[in-house]
C-alpha cells in the first residue's frame, strides 16, 4: 500500500518526530510509506522515506497566513499559537498524494496544508486519517485552547481571547464553517492521542457527532535502558524534562512548590534526593527557590537526554495538561518511576500505584505526597516497609516493558493499518 503522511516539519517538534517513527514502523510492515514536508530538516538518513515540497511553493503561503492574521488583529506573540488553513501548498496535486492508496494528515500546519486541498484529498474518496497533535480541527483558529471552553460553543470560538475587538470575528466564522464541512467528509477519521483530547475535541461544535478514534504516539522503548539509578553522592535522581522548561503549560513553578512541599513535609526522604531540569529556559530565578540540591542541564541532545534518563529514578511532570506525555514514556522506558498529575493525557500512560503516581489534585500538597509514595516503593524496602507490588518486583525492568508493551511503533502502525481497512475495506 502506499501511504502519504502529510507533515509541516521533518524533525522539528514532537509532532514530526512521531509521525517519522510512524512512517519508519509502515515502511518496516512492508508498506510504502513517504512524508511530505514543507521544512525539511536533517535528510540524509531518509531520502526516500521523506519528499520535502520546494521552499517557494511553501514560503508565499505561511507568510500570507501570518500577515492576515496579523491585520486581523492578533498580537506578535500570540501569531504562531493560530492557524486558519487558509493558504496552503495544493497538496492534493502532489504526485505521490495522487499516487497513494490512502493519506495520513499529522500536523501539517502554517501554510501547509489548506482545509480546501484536504477538502480535494477527501474528494478523491481515498481513506484519510486525521492525526490530531493539537486541538486545532476542534477550534475555530487556535491550536491548543488551554481552559479556555468557547470552542465548545454555538457558534464556535465567538469571543476569541487572541484578537483584539471584533476584527476577526468574520474570519472565525468563516474557518469554523469550513472546518464543520471538511471534517463532515465519511472518508475521513479522526485520531486523538489520548483519552483526555478525544475527550476535550468530543465537546467541539465543529465536531460534533464526528467518530474520533484514540491511538497513542509510537515509542522506540528499544533506544532507552534503564542505567545506574545511585549518583556518586548517594542520590536519588528526579528529572524534569521539556523543550522549553519555562513554558507555561509545563507550569514549572508548580514543579518547584511541589519539591519545596516534598522538602518540607518528607524530609527523610527529600534528603534522599537531587533533581536535575532538562530544557531550554530564558530566566532561571523559579527554580533558584527551590530548597532541594538541583541543576539545570539546558536543552540536551537526544543522546544526554537518554542518559540522564538511564539514571533518573524518577520523571516529574507538573504540566497544566499534555495531549500525550512523552517525557514520562521516556523516563518510563528508562526504568524511571513516573508522577505527575492526572487530570490530562498523562493518564493514558501512567495507571496510578501500578507503573507510577498520579496526584488527583492540581496542587503542590497532591504532587508532593505523589513524589513520597515514589521514593517510598524505592527506599522502604531497605527499611523491611510494604510497597505497591507491581513497582518492587524488578522496577526497572517491569516500566521497561509496559513502555514496549503498549506503545511499541509497529503496534502503534498496525492499529493504524487496521483503521484504513475500516475507512475503505
Known sequence: MKIALLSTNHDLGGAAIVTRRLTDALRDAGHDARMIVAR?????????????????RWLPPFLAERTELWIKGTSRKDIFKLSTGRHGVALDRHPFVREADAVMVNWASQGFLSLSSLDRICATGKPVIYTMHDLWPATALCHLPGECSRYAETPPCAACPFFRGRRGSLLRQEIAA??????SHPGLRLVAVSEWQRSMASRSSILKGKEITVIPHPFPASLYQPGEKITPEGKRLIVMAAARLDDPVKDLPAAVDALNTFAWEYPALAAEVEV????????????RRLRLP???LGLLPPDSLRDLYARATIVLSSSKYETMGATLMEGMAAGAIPVSYGDAGQSDIVDDTVNGFLAPRHNPASLAFALSLALQTILAPAQGGETTPSLTCDREKFLHHEVTRRFSPAAIAARYLSLLTLTHP
Open 178 to 183: 469550513s472546518k464543520k464541512r471538511v471534517f
Open 40 to 56: 525539511p530538516g536533517d535528510m540524509s538518513s531518509a531520502q526516500e522515506a521523506v519528499m520535502a515540497v520546494e521552499r517557494h
Open 276 to 287: 536535575a531540569f532538562a530544557g531550554a529556559i530564558r530566566d532561571d530565578s523559579e527554580l
Open 294 to 296: 538541583w541543576r539545570s
